[in-house]
């Protein structure tokens, strides 16, 4: 997020307020345009040198004319029109986009208020696995937006040596709105060791392909077709990548603090069977969508209506319409996300707050034009004002285009890492109900159970008591995924990091007597 600075200016007082704006680094107007005001001058003194040190008198002359011309033309661009329309709509932009990134406690709440019916250690466990569902739904549908989020549950990919962490970036392509299982990550550059995919054709599948299995061709000798064998031409390699990235999900140490797991292993498998048929209609590798988990939720929801968790059938779809206001909320930030300014309007406010610039060195600079004795010309050797205007012209382009992407991990970049942490501990605590949050004299209420119909053939329990037992195999690690000093961007050093990484584990260099202090975390769901 931008700097805050409200704290600093609330007393008013006077000239200390001013210096309290002014004397600041970071997410400052300095900052930003420092090295294009280097530029500037370097430029401006350049031009004087060569005026007053290599010209001849009918090239000082030349050199006047051209002075003159862009004087006259600089005061006819309509450079803060054109500029303020521009920093106007991208920042209203920003906002917007802010206002879409889906906040859970609106919907909690309403889990929480609905789900309390019926058996209380069951409602407790639907509405820990629907907070679930939703948080899993946000980290996919924001992996695919933020640079924090991606760097914080990033991909991870699997070859013959063992897995090993990539450094991806988000890819913000119009695109990718119309294709919901495209992936938007950068790929990383493939190492030697790794298996290349190859079209499969007629003539090429059965060729062993690197380390993919050998793909089956049955022939129709009546028809003379080819006959693919689907499950075989499935890629390995994928179906390990997606599996150890849903599983990198569960070693953030947010979300063991709070719900233990954000993902079961019958719930990864969910996510293969799609992969594997998703491959097998289109021949496309699949990317992670978060309307799966979306869809989950609602049907857990259903479920607990039919058990009688949910006191009243109109709760039901008060709670399924929540959910789908969530959904559109996060397709709307894909949509922001990917549909950028159009390109024509963003080069015409660079090509004017530049090219006013450029015609600003040349009419600012040092002049001797004598008539009789006296010199008219321009006699600032300095252009004090023409540095002002330039860095408010530039500060003012560099704040638009530092805030069109408000998604990377720059200081004006929403605090995404921040905003999770946020929905993760309150989702948790407010759909755990726990007694020590009430007064000792408020306790809960007493629900009539009324189960509907049908409910002898459901599943619901030996669900839970799938889920309640993955959760029991929580393992937890200080270590993992811990995000301790956000001052250090990701981007500044994140090449070197995989870089060190790589070489580490090639050279072999890890200690073998690495100790890792890991303890069981308590099962929520045994409460």
Known sequence: MSVSYFDAIADGNGVFTFLKILVRWRGSLYKLVWLDLFGYLVVYFLLHIIYRFALNMDQREVFHMIVDYCESWRTQLPISFLLGFFVSGVIGRWFQTFMYIPWINSIAYNVMAAVNASDPRQALNVRLSVMRYLNLAWIISMRQTSDRI????????????????????????????FNPSASSLHSSPRSASAPRR?????LTANRNVGSYPQTDILVDENSNAFHFNDENMFNEFDLLSIKETLRGFNNDKKVKQTFGKIITES????????????FIKTRQSY???????????VRLIDKAGIHGNIGDSKIISTVLSQIGQFRSQLQTLRIYSNLTLPLVYTQVAVISVYGYCLCQIMSTQYTERFVNGTNHGNQMYIPIFGIFYFVFLMGWLKVALCVMNPFGDDYEDF???????????V???????????????????????????????????????????DLDQIEFDEDDNDITNLELRESCCANWK?????????NGRFADD??????????????
């Open 150 to 177: 991606n760097s914080r549950f990033h991909n991870r990919t699997s070859n013959l040596n063992g897995s090993e962490k990539a450094c991806y970036r988000v890819r913000h392509n119009q695109k990718d709105m």
């Open 198 to 202: 190859q079209q499969l054709t007629p």
């Open 267 to 278: 719930e990864i498998e969910a996510f293969e069977k799609i992969a594997r048929e998703r």
């Open 287 to 297: 990317g992670l969508e978060e309307w799966v988990p979306l869809q989950w939720a």
């Open 415 to 425: 605090e995404t890492s921040e905003i999770l942490d946020y929905n993760l501990d």
């Open 427 to 469: 989702s948790y605590r407010a759909v755990l109900l726990d007694e020590a949050t009430f007064p000792q004299s408020l306790k809960a209420a007493t629900n009539v159970e009324t189960k509907m119909q049908g409910f002898e053939d459901d599943n619901l329990k030996d669900f839970l008591d799938e889920v309640s037992h």
């Open 498 to 506: 995989c870089k060190q990484s790589h070489s580490k584990k090639q």
């Open 514 to 527: 690495d100790i890792v202090i890991e303890s069981n975390m308590p099962n929520p769901l045994n409460y």
